[in-house]
């Protein structure tokens, strides 16, 4: 049961991850909006990714999908705050 709530968060948290490269990609350089949305995507794939952490403790930042998700939050987080300041930098 742990093992599949476990695997659950991770497959929610991704698919964050996932939504707020989206956004970001659709709002760099033309919507701040977007930008935005991306950055409380993230915020909410963290905490889903602590809270699997929390809950699971090794077995979850052994876990290869953690992993790869914790390496996409923050890529992804890079790419929104360059998108930030490309924004910025147009505006």
Excluded: W
């Excluded at 970001?24 to 977007?34: I, K, N, T, W």
């Excluded at 052994?62 to 924004?87: C, G, I, K, S």
């Amino acid at each position: 049961m742990a093992q599949q709530n476990l695997h659950e968060q991770l497959q929610q948290a991704s698919k964050q991850i996932h939504d707020a490269q989206e956004s970001a990609r659709m709002g760099q350089g033309s919507d701040p909006q977007l930008i935005e949305q991306a950055e409380q995507q993230l915020q909410q794939a963290e905490k889903q990714l602590q809270q699997a952490q929390n809950q699971a403790g090794r077995e979850a930042t052994e876990n290869p999908q953690f992993q790869q998700a914790y390496e996409q939050l923050h890529d992804t987080r890079q790419q929104v705050q360059e998108a930030q300041q490309n924004n910025n930098d147009i505006l």
